[in-house]
């Protein structure tokens, strides 16, 4: 719990220059951080991830093809010209990676930003308020939690207008509406133990209204189990949206996505083009490993008691 | 504990009930039946399209159009009209849904060994080099895309095949059975078997690795608690007070997990049935949204409504029969 950890870094300075041993005071941010560093797998993914989201980003600007040139090179294996080969069209495959790679970590990203911010605004109400404002809010969000995520991205999807329906902010707009209430579940279930904290009712007996209280004094508390459902919304959306392109129906052609990029490319091993297959896949797993690495460090990092029993 | 199976039963009605309502509006509001008719050229005369219409019911308002699909459904045990011509709803449900159970319950099976094998064996171990090993690898599936792993394992069989005997394909890779398969109770069991193969290893790889994270998060918390200690303390063997006192109760948390994580897999196992071009529920539903065919649709959203509910209870249940504190009343 955040709230331990504040302990432990209380007792300020007046006393320490006094003591023999002096003990250095360590923000809870930075004994966040320094536990983090400790998990070695998370420290390396962070890197990684780092990396690739630069390279994503960037690379397009300084790379000689763009994702859309066709060009005469067709089906040529990995080369210092194309270091990724090109496909059956002309398409330099390292190009259409980066970009692809690029759509999904917007998705990935906006859906998990969208989510979890609703979501924890959602759960802190409801968790705060209680009585039959929460059952109607959790009952609601229970139901949105039993359709099946990429059954119902795939029926809207299929049936949107073409102009919106193969736009990533669409996608990522319907899957953002499917994701939010597992954040809700987890950060209500936080604060309906943390209204009753004394922190709490010092903050109402100093004339705090009910927004201050949530936004101020509660939502900060569960900082802590929100960065972790982010993060690891960021890796299940990332594979959600890659396997809807992949069935046809997320990211359209002209632009592009991993989960397309492998769509083309699945039968590329019997035809002897095994780099048009592999390397889209290698690189979703590169994104979906490293992010899950990072949510893991993050959970410890957090949650101290859980590195006894780090599951 | 009948008492208990049958309240839990009618609190679901009214779950039920909401969920139909939601998946209905969702569903009815996006899919519209006769939009494949109006793109077709030579366009399809007027009179037809209205025709069709209003025996699909859908002029009416869709709060109307849901009360009378609810209850036909209901009372009349009727599915709605398919537009697909010589479409019998509760057949295909039927037989999908067999061709999907099958898959399911033998790739649980697999995964569940797995699961319990590598958690058990990580946590007794925990963090020497094999337990590293194990979470790492089990990082990696849970990092896998399903439909990649599918279409790869897929991809080396029919390389596999090439190399060793051309002319007669070892393993099979698509379908749930032969076009035209043996005759014989034997040999067509073999014959379901060998099509079984690469979507089992599919999903039991893809979900093994959850499980035996939780697994090896409750075997951990079992083998630290004091009645171990205990067992230990007066005289039994560590084999004896690993399987009889700790495996028995670190079970309890998988069991539910598993009937909790079976209805997403069955709704779920879309991606394998289309990389291996199976014939069960992930292809039906394909079906019916390609064809823009509301009503099997809305059928198919049901059942998987329904499983949810029925497994939710199931593992309520599961968790009561193995853990004698826990009193249905």
């Given at each position: 719990?955040?709230?331990?950890?504040?302990?432990?870094?209380?007792?300020?300075?007046?006393?320490?220059?006094?003591?023999?041993?002096?003990?250095?005071?360590?923000?809870?941010?930075?004994?966040?951080?320094?536990?983090?560093?400790?998990?070695?797998?998370?420290?390396?993914?962070?890197?990684?991830?780092?990396?690739?989201?630069?390279?994503?980003?960037?690379?397009?600007?300084?790379?000689?093809?763009?994702?859309?040139?066709?060009?005469?090179?067709?089906?040529?294996?990995?080369?210092?010209?194309?270091?990724?080969?090109?496909?059956?069209?002309?398409?330099?495959?390292?190009?259409?990676?980066?970009?692809?790679?690029?759509?999904?970590?917007?998705?990935?990203?906006?859906?998990?930003?969208?989510?979890?911010?609703?979501?924890?605004?959602?759960?802190?109400?409801?968790?705060?308020?209680?009585?039959?404002?929460?059952?109607?809010?959790?009952?609601?969000?229970?139901?949105?939690?039993?359709?099946?995520?990429?059954?119902?991205?795939?029926?809207?999807?299929?049936?949107?207008?073409?102009?919106?329906?193969?736009?990533?902010?669409?996608?990522?707009?319907?899957?953002?509406?499917?994701?939010?209430?597992?954040?809700?579940?987890?950060?209500?279930?936080?604060?309906?133990?943390?209204?009753?904290?004394?922190?709490?009712?010092?903050?109402?007996?100093?004339?705090?209204?009910?927004?201050?209280?949530?936004?101020?004094?509660?939502?900060?508390?569960?900082?802590?189990?929100?960065?972790?459902?982010?993060?690891?919304?960021?890796?299940?959306?990332?594979?959600?949206?890659?396997?809807?392109?992949?069935?046809?129906?997320?990211?359209?052609?002209?632009?592009?996505?991993?989960?397309?990029?492998?769509?083309?490319?699945?039968?590329?091993?019997?035809?002897?083009?095994?780099?048009?297959?592999?390397?889209?896949?290698?690189?979703?797993?590169?994104?979906?490993?490293?992010?899950?690495?990072?949510?893991?460090?993050?959970?410890?990092?957090?949650?101290?008691?859980?590195?006894?029993?780090?599951? | 504990?009948?008492?208990?199976?049958?309240?839990?039963?009618?609190?679901?009605?009214?779950?039920?009930?909401?969920?139909?309502?939601?998946?209905?509006?969702?569903?009815?509001?996006?899919?519209?039946?006769?939009?494949p008719l109006r793109a077709k050229n030579p366009p399809v005369p007027h009179q037809t399209l209205v025709a069709l219409g209003t025996r699909l019911g859908l002029y009416h308002p869709l709060l109307q159009r849901y009360w009378d699909w609810l209850t036909g459904l209901v009372l009349h045990g009727n599915w709605g009209t398919p537009v697909q011509p010589g479409y019998h709803i509760a057949a295909r449900l039927s037989s999908s849904f067999l061709v999907t159970f099958r898959l399911v319950i033998f790739s649980i099976f697999c995964s569940l060994a797995l699961a319990i094998a590598v958690g058990v064996f990580s946590a007794v171990r925990q963090y020497s080099k094999m337990d590293y090993v194990a979470t790492s690898i089990g990082f990696l599936f849970l990092s896998l895309p399903t439909f990649w792993f599918a279409a790869l394992l897929k991809a080396w069989a029919i390389q596999f095949n090439s190399a060793v005997s051309?002319?007669?394909?070892?393993?099979?890779?698509?379908?749930?059975?032969?076009?035209?398969?043996?005759?014989?109770?034997?040999?067509?069991?073999?014959?379901?078997?060998?099509?079984?193969?690469?979507?089992?290893?599919?999903?039991?790889?893809?979900?093994?690795?959850?499980?035996?994270?939780?697994?090896?998060?409750?075997?951990?918390?079992?083998?630290?608690?004091?009645?171990?200690?205990?067992?230990?303390?007066?005289?039994?063997?560590?084999?004896?007070?690993?399987?009889?006192?700790?495996?028995?109760?670190?079970?309890?948390?998988?069991?539910?997990?598993?009937?909790?994580?079976?209805?997403?897999?069955?709704?779920?196992?879309?991606?394998?049935?289309?990389?291996?071009?199976?014939?069960?529920?992930?292809?039906?539903?394909?079906?019916?949204?390609?064809?823009?065919?509301?009503?099997?649709?809305?059928?198919?959203?049901?059942?998987?409504?329904?499983?949810?509910?029925?497994?939710?209870?199931?593992?309520?249940?599961?968790?009561?029969?193995?853990?004698?504190?826990?009193?249905?009343?």
């Amino acid at each position: 719990m955040p709230d331990t950890v504040t302990q432990q870094a209380a007792s300020p300075t007046p006393a320490a220059a006094e003591r023999e041993f002096t003990v250095k005071v360590r923000t809870q941010r930075e004994i966040v951080f320094r536990r983090y560093l400790e998990h070695r797998a998370a420290v390396v993914s962070s890197v990684v991830l780092l990396l690739l989201i630069l390279v994503a980003f960037f690379g397009p600007l300084f790379w000689h093809t763009p994702f859309t040139l066709m060009t005469n090179d067709i089906e040529v294996g990995p080369s210092t010209a194309h270091p990724f080969g090109t496909d059956s069209n002309g398409f330099d495959l390292f190009s259409q990676v980066l970009h692809g790679t690029q759509r999904s970590l917007e998705i990935a990203v906006s859906v998990s930003l969208v989510s979890t911010v609703f979501g924890a605004i959602y759960g802190a109400a409801a968790g705060f308020y209680r009585g039959w404002i929460d059952t109607i809010m959790m009952r609601f969000a229970d139901l949105v939690l039993t359709l099946p995520a990429l059954v119902f991205a795939i029926i809207i999807t299929d049936k949107a207008s073409p102009t919106v329906a193969g736009q990533w902010y669409f996608l990522a707009a319907i899957l953002a509406a499917l994701f939010w209430p597992s954040c809700a579940r987890v950060v209500r279930a936080q604060v309906l133990s943390l209204r009753e904290k004394e922190f709490v009712e010092a903050a109402r007996a100093l004339g705090a209204n009910d927004r201050r209280i949530i936004f101020r004094h509660i939502l900060p508390n569960t900082l802590g189990s929100i960065f972790v459902i982010a993060t690891l919304t960021v890796a299940g959306t990332v594979l959600v949206e890659t396997a809807l392109s992949f069935l046809g129906f997320g990211i359209k052609p002209p632009d592009t996505s991993l989960g397309l990029l492998v769509e083309s490319g699945k039968t590329a091993i019997q035809d002897g083009y095994p780099w048009l297959f592999y390397i889209p896949g290698i690189f979703i797993v590169l994104i979906v490993l490293t992010i899950n690495f990072i949510g893991d460090g993050l959970r410890d990092a957090f949650d101290p008691q859980q590195t006894r029993v780090r599951a | 504990m009948f008492a208990f199976t049958i309240r839990r039963l009618l609190a679901s009605i009214p779950v039920l009930f909401f969920s139909t309502l939601l998946v209905f509006l969702l569903v009815a509001s996006s899919v519209d039946p006769l939009e494949p008719l109006r793109a077709k050229n030579p366009p399809v005369p007027h009179q037809t399209l209205v025709a069709l219409g209003t025996r699909l019911g859908l002029y009416h308002p869709l709060l109307q159009r849901y009360w009378d699909w609810l209850t036909g459904l209901v009372l009349h045990g009727n599915w709605g009209t398919p537009v697909q011509p010589g479409y019998h709803i509760a057949a295909r449900l039927s037989s999908s849904f067999l061709v999907t159970f099958r898959l399911v319950i033998f790739s649980i099976f697999c995964s569940l060994a797995l699961a319990i094998a590598v958690g058990v064996f990580s946590a007794v171990r925990q963090y020497s080099k094999m337990d590293y090993v194990a979470t790492s690898i089990g990082f990696l599936f849970l990092s896998l895309p399903t439909f990649w792993f599918a279409a790869l394992l897929k991809a080396w069989a029919i390389q596999f095949n090439s190399a060793v005997s051309p002319d007669h394909a070892l393993i099979d890779t698509i379908g749930e059975a032969s076009p035209n398969p043996p005759s014989g109770f034997f040999p067509q069991l073999g014959d379901a078997f060998g099509h079984l193969l690469l979507p089992t290893i599919t999903l039991s790889l893809i979900s093994y690795a959850s499980w035996s994270r939780f697994q090896r998060a409750s075997m951990l918390e079992v083998l630290n608690s004091d009645y171990i200690r205990l067992a230990r303390a007066k005289g039994l063997s560590r084999r004896r007070v690993l399987f009889r006192h700790a495996l028995r109760n670190a079970l309890m948390p998988l069991t539910t997990q598993v009937a909790l994580d079976t209805a997403a897999l069955l709704g779920g196992a879309v991606i394998t049935e289309t990389v291996f071009e199976w014939h069960g529920m992930g292809y039906m539903f394909l079906q019916a949204v390609g064809n823009y065919d509301l009503f099997p649709l809305l059928a198919w959203l049901i059942v998987a409504a329904l499983l949810v509910i029925v497994f939710n209870l199931i593992a309520d249940l599961l968790y009561a029969v193995l853990d004698p504190r826990i009193r249905l009343a």
